[in-house]
């Protein structure tokens, strides 16, 4: 896939997006060492949520999230 000169590169399997409360603690399981395939996981606090960005067989029974999601990123080195 390219665009605007960029190549991308969809990254293999299904990922969730879990929401917690913004002073939530990091679950245990959101660990990249847990990951089954570290090609991706973004943990993000904003003074309104903590996101979780994982695979979606990372995430245990009965955490609500929102399951089904496709990653992509861009193939190579970018500019800092």
């Known amino acids: 896939m390219e665009r605007s000169g960029l190549k991308f590169r969809r990254l293999p399997g299904r990922y969730a997006i879990v929401?917690?409360?913004?002073?939530?603690?990091?679950?245990?399981?959101?660990?990249l060492s847990k990951s089954t395939?570290?090609?991706f996981i973004s943990i993000t606090r904003t003074g309104d949520e903590l996101s979780i960005v994982c695979p979606e067989s990372q995430v245990p029974?009965?955490?609500?999230?929102?399951?089904?999601?496709r990653c992509v990123r861009v193939a190579g080195k970018m500019d800092f």
Not at 19 to 31: C, E, F, G
């Open 19 to 31: 929401r917690l409360a913004h002073d939530a603690t990091v679950p245990d399981w959101a660990s």
């Open 37 to 39: 395939n570290g090609d």
């Open 61 to 69: 029974p009965g955490v609500k999230c929102e399951s089904g999601w």
